[in-house]
Nanobody, 119 residues
Framework: VQLQASGGGLVQAGGSLRLSCAAS????????MNWFRQAPGKEREFVAA????????YYGDSVKGRFTISRDNAKNTVYLQMNSLKPEDTAVYYC?????????????WGQGTQVTVSS
């Protein structure tokens, strides 16, 4: 399975970005999908997860109420809508499959997309 993350960039605090992660080479509709992030000098942090059908979502405490994860199984793509961005959201964002949530190791990872939030 190959995962390709995109959509990162530079945005001012309070702004929005939407990340995408396109999957290929596997059965996307069977995979739970996740977003993680890692800032320089910090450990990897769980951001959000969505189950295979899109009926269940799970968020890290630092992004609840600001970020929304969604998926389109017809397009083999998972999204992360990020609103009310803060400088502390600056990180490389990675998509991962096929486990659900922060407690499991995922064998499939995207290459990461940089998000930078300026104050």
């Amino acid at each position: 399975v190959q995962l390709q993350a995109s959509g990162g960039g530079l945005v001012q605090a309070g702004g929005s970005l939407r990340l995408s992660c396109a999957a290929s080479g596997g059965t996307f509709s069977r995979y739970h999908m996740n977003w993680f992030r890692q800032a320089p000098g910090k450990e990897r942090e769980f951001v959000a997860a969505i189950n295979w059908s899109g009926t269940s979502t799970y968020y890290g405490d630092s992004v609840k109420g600001r970020f929304t994860i969604s998926r389109d199984n017809a397009k083999n793509t998972v999204y992360l809508q990020m609103n009310s961005l803060k400088p502390e959201d600056t990180a490389v964002y990675y998509c991962a499959a096929p486990r659900y949530g922060p407690s499991y190791e995922n064998p499939y990872w995207g290459q990461g997309t940089q998000v930078t939030v300026s104050s």
